[in-house]
């Protein structure tokens, strides 16, 4: 097929705008990774900004990692993403695959009360009150417990559900499988693009907790990374951040701190890519 010269520009100037919007994207990346990287006086001769680094110290990364409290926030975040996201996914997945039905008694008041829940929320000291006498206060499981179940995550995955051929269903139950085996060894094997879908996101929440924390947890060492993160940009304004400010520049301390915070997360994202756009097309397509 022969294009024409309206179209050739057209495809010039969507590859241009991309081009600027991928530029855009990863110049901040590649400035806090230089930054982290970079000798503090390599970084003062070019006037404090530098993209490129001329030379290379990981002095920043040591100090970060010799402290207890960054490390022990790590693992605290580690065990959120972790656990919390597998409680995420088998209750949305138990709450999802029922309404899935529509001969289910009650399906559509059901369905009512959870959209409600994305137009109104209890608020904060509510919510604050539930979390309290639940005695989850100060525990991890206040930062997973309220937010178990996204109505958005939720009403996709039910969709995807809903998109499965009802015959393979059918077949099952007059082999005599019940719901549960229908449901965790035929359903859950040919969910995998939306579960990993939803697992990204749910992951991604509880890898950037920092409200929920903040809200219901006082004992330091339960910290998740984010919350140490904070501390560290509001603290290194009068250098007073542990003892590693005494070696090293609060600019590089904090660069080297964001990029060990960031770097699980964009080693992960990769491997479940493939599965992202076509979880969420099949989650959202009715047909």
């Known amino acids: 097929m022969v294009k024409s010269n309206e179209d050739k520009i057209i495809n010039w100037v969507v590859i241009l ?19 982290s990287l970079t000798p503090y006086e390599e970084v003062m001769k070019h ?3 530098l ?8 002095e920043g990364y040591r100090e970060v990692l010799q402290g207890d409290q960054i490390p022990r926030a790590f693992g605290v975040t580690v065990f959120l993403t972790t656990v919390g996201t597998a409680v995420n996914l088998i209750l949305t997945m138990l709450a999802a695959y029922p309404l899935s ?18 137009l109104f929320h209890g608020g ?5 009150l539930v979390v309290k006498d639940l005695g989850l206060l100060d525990s991890v499981w206040a930062m997973i417990v309220p937010g178990a179940i996204s109505t958005f995550n939720l009403l996709i995955m039910k969709s995807f559900f809903e998109n499965l051929p009802e015959e ?12 549960l085996r229908i449901l965790f060894q035929m359903v859950l094997p040919l969910s995998l693009p939306v579960m990993m879908t939803i697992g990204l996101f749910y992951g991604v929440q509880h890898w950037n907790t920092l409200f929920s924390a903040l809200l219901y947890v006082r004992e330091r060492s339960l910290y998740p990374l984010q919350v140490v993160l904070r501390e560290i940009l ?3 304004q009068t250098m007073d951040y542990a003892s590693a400010q005494a070696n090293i520049p609060t600019e590089t301390f904090k660069m080297s701190a964001v990029i060990l915070s960031s770097l699980p ?8 890519q493939k599965y992202f756009a076509k979880g969420v097309l099949l989650g959202s397509v009715k047909g």
Do not use: C, H, Q, W
């Open 101 to 118: 039905k529509k001969n289910l008694v009650g399906r559509s008041p059901v369905l009512f009360l959870i959209l409600f829940t994305m």
């Open 168 to 179: 393979l269903f059918e077949s099952a139950r007059m082999d005599g499988a019940k719901e």
């Open 124 to 128: 904060m000291i509510p919510t604050y």
């Open 51 to 58: 993209v490129i680094p001329r030379s290379i110290t990981l």
């Open 17 to 35: 705008l991309l081009a600027i919007v991928g530029i855009a994207s990863i110049f901040p990346l590649l400035f806090v990774l230089s930054m």
């Open 234 to 236: 509001i603290s290194s």
């Open 265 to 272: 997360i964009v080693m992960v994202y990769p491997f479940i």
């Open 47 to 49: 006037g404090g900004f």
